[in-house]
Structures are given as C-alpha cells and as structure tokens.
C-alpha cells in the first residue's frame, strides 16, 4: 500500500479535522507531504528541522540526506504504526512514497501547576495550567485516541475568553453533549473569566442544592472521564475544568482509588460514606434523643449527655447551632486567610473555642464531641462543591430533628434521598450506579 493512501487513511481516523494538519510542500524538483497533530509538536523545532531545510537545501537528494542524519528520524513500518506516532506528537513525512517519523513532541509538563485541592499521597501531582492549549497539549499528550474532539468557542461580551469543549466522540454520551451545545449557545454574559462559573450557568435548576458539574485541576481525572463518555470544558485562564454529566458517587470517588488494591479501595470508600452519614445524622440524633425521645438509647449514655449538660442554659437545638455556627466560621476564616497563618489560627481557634464554652457551661463536653466528629467527617468528602451542599443538608436536617425529633429526622433523610433520586445531570440520573473498574462503553470512567 502506498504512502499516500497510509496519509489518507490516518486522516480519516481523526473524528477532529481543525487540530490535524496534512500539507503537501512543493519547490522546483522538491516535494513533501507531512501530517501532524497541531497541539501535540513544538512548532519551532519543526520549523527549524523541516520547514527552513526543506526552502534552504537545493535538491531533493541533499534534504533527504540531510533527514536522514537526525538521530530521531526513522522509517514508519505500516499504517496503524504511523497513527501511534501521530498520537504521542510525532511528525509523518511522506517523501519519495515512503513514509517517515520524526518525535518533535511538545512536553508542557513544566508549565503547569502542582495540585493544590485534590491532592494525593500516590499518582500525579500534575495539574492544570492557565493557559489553554498548554491544557489541551497535556490532555493530548495522555489521552491517545483519534476519535478526541476539540470545540471551541468563545462567550462573554467584555473579554471573550477562548474555551474549549472536548469530548471522545466515539463514547461521549450524545444526549448530554447536545444538552450541554444547546445551553452554551443561550449563554449570555458580560465576563466570564472560569471554568467554575458553567456550574451554574448551564444549570437549567439555578437553585439546585447540588452541583451538576464535577470541578476538577487534575488532568489524569480528565482522561477518565473523557474515556467513559464524558464532556470536558476549558476556559483559557482558568486552571480549572468542568466534567459534565456526573452522579453523587463521583463525588465520592478520588483518582488515589485506582491504585489501591480493590479492599483498599473499597475500604477508603467505606470510610467516606461512613463520614457523610456522621457529618449529615449526628448532629440531628443528638437533638432528637436529649429533647425528644431519651428512652431510644442505653440509660446509661442519655445519664452521661444529661451530666455533661449541666448547667447549660440552651436547649439542644440551640446549643448545636451555636457551636456548629462556629465551627463554620473557623472553616472559612481558615479558608481566607494567608496559608501561613491559616492552619495556626484555625487550630488555636477551636482550641480556646472549645476550652472557654465547656468552662463557662454554654455547651456540653459531648457536644464539643459531637461538633468535632462533624467537622473531621465533612474533611473526608474529596469534593468541595460536594461539601458545602451536605453541611446545607446537616443544618436542614437539625432545624426538622429540632421540631419533629427522630421521626422527623429519619423522614426528613429519606425526603433528602427521594430528591437526590428525582435529580438529573444533562439527561444522567443523579444517583445511578457506575462500576468504574469496567472498560466498556456503558459503565463511566472514574470521577
């Protein structure tokens, strides 16, 4: 098979035509054709070995020779080995009905930022840049299949900022992408300066408690998901994307899961659960069991919390307001201040906190317990948008315990379980079940 036919059918396997570069160079008794991926090859390199050789060097016979001295030039053997080369950001030269590589592949891995939210004991610590294509080039670089698409577009009548919506277009899942294509287009907005503002944008549920878009900075994230049919935005300036659509267990899930064991993981995942159920329940059983119903736990605990709550002058409900109050400020005083002194602040912060209420009998040492639980259990969710909805659910779920007691506590998580059913993501029910450790095209790549 000749050559040109290889160059022809590598071309057509690429569902994006606008990254793909196929040009034929011609001078006097000189001729070439090369093909690459725009993103995927540093432009001067090529520039310097390929284009200024080819307009420099008289002969055909001096620039082949020339070709041949480069200690990364080499022969592509057959058509499905050439379409490898063009996915790790090579260069195909079809020269003389020969068909040749040369590895001018663009590595961006020094300008972009470590990870700073979903960090990691084991993997990556790679994470987005501010630039786009640098983004796009990382992506590329990891993600080796030609059917990934590339659409741009830009919103924001002030700064129009250039975005990139990209997808697999042999797995995306088609509903959600024309869902997603059509709110793009009603989109208007004066600035639009990240990623995170299309969590809201796009979101027909303008006041949906929880998000319908998965934030991530994580590129190997990204790469799962955009395996398992899902849709990627990118906004340039912004080292932040948006994977859409997605459930309430990919929230729950952290990349550190696949490359654990599968008890490991499990276990890690356990805990997390575990954790959402604390940080929901707790503080509401509290109050249901001291100001309602006593008689549901051992006599011995409910002697123990009626101690410890001697003295104090609030009721129950009051009581976890107040210190759960609290606890939300030290969460986003730490949050705002300087790194430096954030960590110190917080900490000395509960401590005196802590120490000065239970002194001075506003609040039980069970409840300075309770509280404590709560917070470390809220730090186990790896999502933050996550987060803020469930402590929105837990103080939801105190003002019903306070109310209607344990009845209405149970009735109100179940009310909170019957919504989370009725949700959808851009057409994905919210609380559908993936089995990540599977490849095909009908279970979900990891979140």
């Known amino acids: 098979m000749s050559s040109k036919v290889n160059l022809s059918w590598i071309a057509s396997q690429f569902e994006d035509k606008n990254d793909l570069i196929q040009k034929k160079l011609e001078l006097d008794h000189k001729q070439i ?21 080819f307009f420099e060097l008289p002969t055909q016979e001096q620039f082949n020779l020339y070709l041949f001295a480069l200690p990364q030039f080499q022969e592509v053997p057959s058509k499905e080995k050439a379409l490898y080369f063009v996915m790790e950001g090579n260069v195909l030269i079809e020269i003389q009905d020969n068909l040749y590589s040369l590895d001018f592949k663009l590595s961006k891995n020094s300008d972009v930022n470590s990870t700073s939210v979903e960090t990691t004991i084991h993997g990556s610590e ?12 990382v992506i590329r670089s990891s993600y080796h299949q030609p059917s990934l698409m590339i659409e741009y577009f830009e919103k924001g009548e002030v700064n129009k900022p250039k975005m990139a919506l990209i997808y697999d277009d042999k797995k995306v899942k088609r509903k959600a992408l024309e869902s997603i294509r059509e709110k793009l287009e009603k989109i208007d907005m004066q600035v639009i300066t990240e990623a995170p503002q299309f969590n809201t944008l796009l979101n027909d549920q303008r006041y949906s408690l929880f998000p319908k878009m998965l934030l991530t900075e994580r590129p190997d994230r990204i790469v799962y998901n955009l395996a398992g049919g899902k849709v990627i935005l990118l906004v340039d300036g912004s080292p932040q994307s948006m994977i859409a659509p997605v459930v309430f267990f990919d929230f729950m899930t952290t990349m550190e899961d696949n490359y654990h064991t599968l008890a490991i993981s499990y276990y890690l995942k356990l805990l997390r659960y575990i954790g959402i159920f604390v940080c929901i329940l707790l503080p509401g059983i509290y109050i ?22 001697m003295g104090v002058p609030f009721t129950s409900f009051v009581e976890v307001l107040f210190m759960l109050f609290f606890m939300e400020l030290l969460l986003e005083a730490s949050i705002r201040l300087p790194k430096a002194i954030s960590a110190t602040a917080a900490t000395v912060g509960g401590l005196i906190l802590g120490t000065a209420v239970t002194e001075a009998a506003l609040a039980s040492n069970i409840m300075v317990i309770i509280v404590s639980a709560v917070a470390i259990s809220t730090f186990v969710i790896p999502v933050n948008e996550m987060a803020f909805a469930i402590r929105i659910v837990r103080l939801i779920l105190i003002v019903i315990a306070s109310i209607f007691g344990l009845a209405g506590l149970t009735l109100g998580f179940l009310c909170f379980i019957m919504y989370l059913v009725n949700l959808t993501s851009f057409g994905e029910p919210y609380l559908r079940f993936y089995n990540y450790r599977k490849g095909n095209q009908d279970s979900e790549g990891q979140a």
Do not use: C, H, W
């Not at 054709?33 to 050789?53: A, G, H, R, W």
């Not at 790679?126 to 080039?137: E, G, P, Q, V």
């Open 33 to 53: 054709t090369v093909l690459f991926i725009k993103s995927l090859i540093d432009q001067e390199l090529y520039q310097k070995y390929i284009i200024n050789p």
């Open 288 to 309: 249901g069991a001291v100001s309602f119903s006593p008689e549901v736990f051992r006599t011995e605990l409910m002697l123990t919390i009626a101690g410890s709550r």
């Open 126 to 137: 790679l994470a987005l840049s501010d630039n786009l294509m640098t983004n796009i080039n």
